[in-house]
Each structure stands twice: as structure tokens, then as C-alpha cells.
């Protein structure tokens, strides 16, 4: 299957500060790819150099085969890149169903879709943003980034200060994106074995460089591994 994401040899960071050396990895039509490390190892650096919002020092990156690294973020957008970041900007003064038809485009994600999706959403179509729970938000965050029609969608800890109950709700509709529709996601978070049942590939930041690539898999059955990369030992988590 042919490449959608290719990173070459890519350091980048902000203003002087360099954040990220020597990065390269390739994600395919309809991969997933779980990114992990500790605080501070640059997941949200690489994240953002994707998107187009850190300054490159060196290296490249294509999206579909085109060369993505000196467009804008608005051209990446318009390229098919979807983010979702941790602060999820929605729009709090607009509806549901407004912050959603603010951003729509012609694509396979319509309004209808969506709904289906994302249920809860459409029971608070009339909800002004600043209405809904942090869960709800989130949805709303990821509903924002699929009506844009993505090749590429970027989920930046979308996890984090939810109710455990909500957060097994997200994992469900991850899933759903991941195997069901298809979509091609970078998902962030801070728990591996949250996510790590959920993509087919891992990669762990150190320091801003790789510390290790391959199957989620594989690293799930490997507990020490997780230990000395991720600094903490996980319980197995439960099926999904």
C-alpha cells in the first residue's frame, strides 16, 4: 500500500530551539499510528510540524506524494490534513450544528454522516459550544476535523481530563474511524495501552528523536519494553 505520510529525516522546533532531529517514518493509506513518550519528548512538536506551525531546520514532508513542507497550514488543511488539538477549538459562541457547517466541504463526511457518527452531537445540535461537556466538546472537535474531509487526521491527546466513562465512549468511535471507515490517524496519548489496541504501529519519542518503531502489537506483549521507554509499567488493558 502506497504512502500517504512520509517524514524525511525531519528536525524542527521553535524560534531557536530545536525540538525535534532527524525524524523519519512513512504511514500508509489507512494506517494508524500510535505516538507515545514521555512529557516533553516532542509528540505534540511533531504533531504541530505536520500541521505547519513549527519552524523546519531540516528534512521534508509529503503528504499523497506531494512535498507539504513549505505550504501553510491553511494549504496543508486544503492538502488533507485534519488536527485536533489538545485545546480542541471549537467554536464555544457557535452551535453544534453551526461550528460544523461553518467548516464543511464537499466530501464523503456530510452533516448526515457525521450525526451518525456521533450521536450525542445531534441531540445538542442546537447547543451553543460552550454548552457541552469537556466529552462532548471533544466530539465536537473530531466531528470539526472529519467535515473538512481529511486523508490525514491528527489527534493530539484527545483523551486527556476526561471521565473514565467518556473516555471508553472516544476509544470506541477511534476504533470505529481506524477500522471501519478507514481513515488514516496519528492519535497521541499518554496511556499506551489505551491506544496501543487500537493501531497497527507505534512510535516512541525520546529526547525529540526515535526511540523505537514498530508494531503496536508487539509492543502491547512487551511490558518491560513499555517500562523503559514510557518510564511507567502498565496494567493490560481491557478489550475493546
Known amino acids: 500500500m502506497a504512502d500517504l505520510l512520509r517524514v524525511e529525516d525531519f528536525s ?8 525535534l532531529s532527524g525524524i523519519s517514518f512513512s504511514l500508509p493509506e489507512g494506517g494508524s499510528l500510535a505516538l507515545l513518550g514521555r512529557n516533553g519528548t516532542g509528540k505534540t512538536t511533531l504533531i504541530n510540524s505536520i ?3 513549527t519552524r523546519r531546520r531540516a528534512g521534508a514532508i509529503h503528504i499523497g506524494g506531494r512535498d507539504v513542507t513549505g505550504l501553510k497550514p491553511n494549504q496543508r488543511a486544503h492538502a488533507g490534513v485534519g488536527w485536533v488539538p489538545q485545546e480542541r477549538n471549537i467554536f464555544r459562541s457557535l452551535s453544534v450544528e453551526e ?22 452531537l445531534e441531540e445538542r445540535r442546537r447547543n451553543m459550544g460552550n454548552q457541552l461537556s469537556g466529552g462532548e466538546q471533544q466530539m465536537l472537535a473530531m466531528a470539526r476535523a472529519l467535515v473538512l474531509d481529511p486523508r490525514l487526521l491528527l489527534l493530539d491527546e484527545p483523551l486527556e481530563g476526561l471521565a473514565p466513562i467518556i473516555v471508553e465512549e472516544l476509544l470506541k468511535l477511534i476504533q470505529t474511524l481506524i477500522r471501519d471507515e ?3 490517524v496519528i492519535l497521541v496519548e499518554q496511556s499506551a495501552t489505551k491506544i496501543l489496541p487500537l493501531t497497527q504501529r507505534a512510535m516512541v ?25 514510557l518510564g511507567v509499567a502498565e496494567r493490560k488493558p481491557a478489550r475493546h
Do not use: C, D
Request: hydrophobic content about 45%.
Open 51 to 53: 500541521v505547519g506551525l
Open 182 to 184: 478507514g481513515v488514516t
Open 12 to 19: 524542527a522546533g521553535y524560534g531557536e530551539a530545536i525540538v
Open 205 to 229: 519519542l525520546e529526547r525529540g528523536m526515535i526511540a523505537y518503531q514498530g508494531e503496536s502489537r508487539e509492543l502491547l506483549a512487551n511490558p518491560e519494553t513499555m517500562a523503559s521507554l
Open 99 to 120: 461550528n460544523l457547517t461553518a467548516v464543511t466541504r464537499h466530501g464523503k463526511w456530510t452533516l448526515e454522516r457525521v450525526w451518525k457518527m456521533f450521536p450525542r
